[in-house]
């Protein structure tokens, strides 16, 4: 059976009529400029693993490191303009009969420092040494110390103790990130 040309066209044009007929609204392209995004990035800030036989001594306490690296993320402006707030986590193991003292330093470009982070970190007894330290938050004026910053150093002072030689047992670990807080318009 064959459907009459009319009914044919009427179809045809119910067709285009809801085509055409769609829900629209007005664009307001202005919400464009109200857009603000606010992406959070997680990184590595500095690891270390340095075994107890690296710090060889005789027993008295004194300083024994000291390591100064680039740290350049707020060489570029994206960065430095855009970050509200920063997070420093630092975690560090001791499996060494030996206390230590380590310092976590913040230096400018003019070789001054700009801010020291020190970490108390206990001989290792025998039951498990993983401090976790409480997070360092950087906003507003510390924030702002904190983009200063081209050069991370760390300087580890060891306890009295028992004397370290080639043989020694044990590690001392340093784990830490960042977590940087971006609010872009």
């Known amino acids: 059976m064959e459907i009459p040309h009319s009914i044919r066209r009427i179809h045809?044009?119910?067709?285009?009529?809801?085509?055409?007929s769609s829900c629209a609204s007005d664009l307001d392209i202005d919400q464009f400029n109200n857009i603000?995004?606010?992406?959070?990035?997680?990184?590595?800030?500095a690891f270390f693993d340095v075994?107890?036989?690296?710090?060889?001594?005789?027993?008295?306490a004194h300083q024994i490191a000291v390591d100064?690296?680039?740290?350049?993320?707020?060489?570029?402006?994206?960065?430095?303009?855009?970050?509200?707030?920063?997070?420093?986590?630092?975690?560090?193991?001791?499996t060494i009969n030996?206390?230590?003292?380590?310092?976590?330093?913040?230096?400018?470009?003019?070789?001054?420092?700009?801010?020291?982070?020190?970490?108390?970190?206990p001989a290792y007894t025998g039951s498990p040494n993983v401090i976790k330290f409480p997070t360092?938050?950087?906003?507003?004026?510390?924030?702002?110390?904190?983009?200063?910053t081209v050069e991370i150093g760390f300087t580890v002072r060891i306890g009295a103790g028992p004397a370290l030689n080639e043989n020694s047992?044990?590690?001392l670990k340093l784990r830490s990130s960042a977590t940087a807080y971006m609010e872009i318009e």
Request: avoid cysteine; charge should be negative; charged fraction near 30%.
């Open 12 to 20: 045809k044009f119910l067709g285009l009529a809801f085509l055409f």
């Open 51 to 60: 075994p107890a036989n690296k710090f060889i001594d005789d027993g008295n």
């Open 98 to 121: 030996r206390s230590f003292s380590l310092d976590f330093v913040l230096y400018d470009k003019n070789d001054q420092i700009v801010e020291t982070i020190t970490f108390e970190v």
């Open 36 to 45: 603000k995004l606010e992406p959070v990035f997680v990184a590595n800030l």
């Open 68 to 94: 100064v690296q680039p740290f350049k993320i707020f060489k570029q402006n994206f960065f430095k303009d855009n970050l509200v707030k920063a997070e420093l986590n630092f975690e560090i193991e001791n």
């Open 169 to 171: 047992l044990g590690n």
């Open 136 to 148: 360092e938050v950087f906003e507003q004026e510390r924030l702002e110390l904190l983009k200063k």
